[in-house]
C-alpha cells in the first residue's frame, strides 16, 4: 500500500507484464501479477516464484480464484515447499490459505496481524485470517533446491513486514517497504515512522543489487533510491515543521498544503502518514499535541 510521490528519482521503468502473465525476471525468479490493480496496489499485488522443480512462493496476493489459479499452473510439476507471506495486508497475505490447500506447503514469514488500539490506522487492511505455520525472525532461513532466503525485518509500514533476501542472487524481495512507483504508507498505530526510517536504512546497508517489490517494476540501484526514500521523508518531515510553524494546528491542514493538488481518494493515506511524521517528531521533543496523537487533534512547535 503505497502513498504516490512525484519527487522521487526514476529507479526504474514503470513497464509492466500484464497481469495474468508468467514472467520470468532471472534465473531463480518468475512473477505472476494479480489482478488487482488500484491507486494503492499500482498494476496489480506482485506474486514471486523463487526456484526450479522445488519452489517457494512470496506473497501469493488477494483471495483471487483466478490468480492462485495462475499460480498453480505456473509451477506445474514443481513442488511448492513454502508459502512465504511479507506482511498481512489482505493483498498479500489473503491468498497464503488457498495456496496452501491447493498445494500442501506451509505458510511461513509475517506473524499475524495483532489490532492496535485506539488508532484510526489501516487494521482494516489486516488480512484477521491469516495464520502461519511459522513465523520468521529476522535472519532465520529458509532453504530450497538451489535458493536460499534470508529473512529481514523491516517494520515500519507494517508492524510485521518483512524482507526476504534472495542470496544466490544479492536480490531483495521488498514487500511494500521499498517501491519504485511511489513511496509506502505509514499508517499509526500499527505504523511507525522511526520504525520505517531505521528499516530503509537497514535494508541499504545490505548492499543488494536490486530489489523486487510488493507492486511495480524493479528497484535498481537500489542503495541510491533507498537514500533518496530517506530524503523525501526528511523534506515532508521538514515541510510539516514548517506548516506548524506558519499556524497550521490540524493534520487537514497540513495535508492540504504539504500535498496540494493530491488525488481525494489518496487524502487519507496522506493524513495517516503525515500523523506517523508527528508521532515521531513528539517522540524526538519537536512537536507537542493537545491531548493523544490522532487524526483529530491539534500540534503545534514544542
Known amino acids: 500500500m503505497s502513498e504516490p510521490s512525484n519527487d522521487l528519482p526514476p529507479s526504474a521503468s514503470a513497464a509492466e507484464a500484464a497481469s495474468g502473465v508468467v514472467t520470468r525476471l532471472s534465473p531463480l525468479i518468475r512473477r505472476l501479477i494479480a489482478r488487482n490493480p488500484s491507486p494503492f496496489t499500482f498494476t496489480g499485488t506482485c506474486s514471486y516464484i523463487v526456484g526450479e522443480g522445488e519452489v517457494a512462493v512470496i506473497d501469493p496476493g488477494p483471495a483471487d480464484e483466478a490468480h492462485v489459479a495462475g499460480l498453480v499452473a505456473a509451477v506445474a510439476g514443481e513442488r511448492v515447499s513454502h508459502i512465504l507471506v511479507t506482511h498481512t495486508h489482505r493483498d498479500h497475505a489473503a491468498a497464503a490459505p488457498m495456496l496452501k490447500a491447493r498445494t500442501g506447503a506451509p505458510i511461513v514469514g509475517a506473524r499475524a496481524h495483532v489490532a492496535a488500539e485506539g488508532g484510526p490506522g489501516l487494521d482494516a487492511a489486516h488480512e484477521r485470517d491469516y495464520a502461519p505455520d511459522r513465523a520468521l525472525a529476522d535472519g532465520e532461513r529458509i532453504e530450497g533446491r538451489g535458493f536460499t532466503l534470508e529473512t529481514v525485518a523491516t517494520p515500519g ?44 536504512e537497514k535494508v541499504r546497508r545490505r548492499d543488494a543489487a536490486i530489489y523486487w ?24 518531515e521538514a515541510a510539516i515543521l514548517v506548516r506548524l510553524e506558519a499556524g497550521d494546528t490540524e493534520i487537514a491542514e497540513i495535508v492540504a498544503r504539504v500535498y496540494a493538488g493530491l488525488a481525494p481518494a489518496l487524502i ?14 513528539i517522540a524526538r521533543g519537536l512537536v507537542v499535541s493537545d491531548g493523544a496523537a490522532g487524526l483529530d487533534a491539534r500540534f503545534r512547535r514544542a
Open 268 to 281: 487519507r493515506a496522506a493524513s495517516l502518514s503525515t500523523l506517523a511524521h508527528l508521532e515521531d517528531l
Open 157 to 200: 509500514h507494517a508492524a510485521n513486514h518483512l524482507c526476504f533476501a534472495l542470496l544466490q542472487e544479492n536480490a531483495l524481495f521488498s514487500g511494500d517497504h521499498v517501491m519504485v512507483w511511489s513511496t509506502s504508507v505509514v499508517a499509526p498505530p500499527d505504523g511507525s515512522m522511526a520504525d520505517y526510517m531505521a528499516s530503509l
Open 213 to 236: 517489490p510488493g507492486h511495480g517494476g524493479p528497484v535498481r540501484e537500489p542503495q541510491r533510491y533507498v537514500r533518496a526514500l530517506a530524503s523525501h521523508r526528511r523534506q515532508r
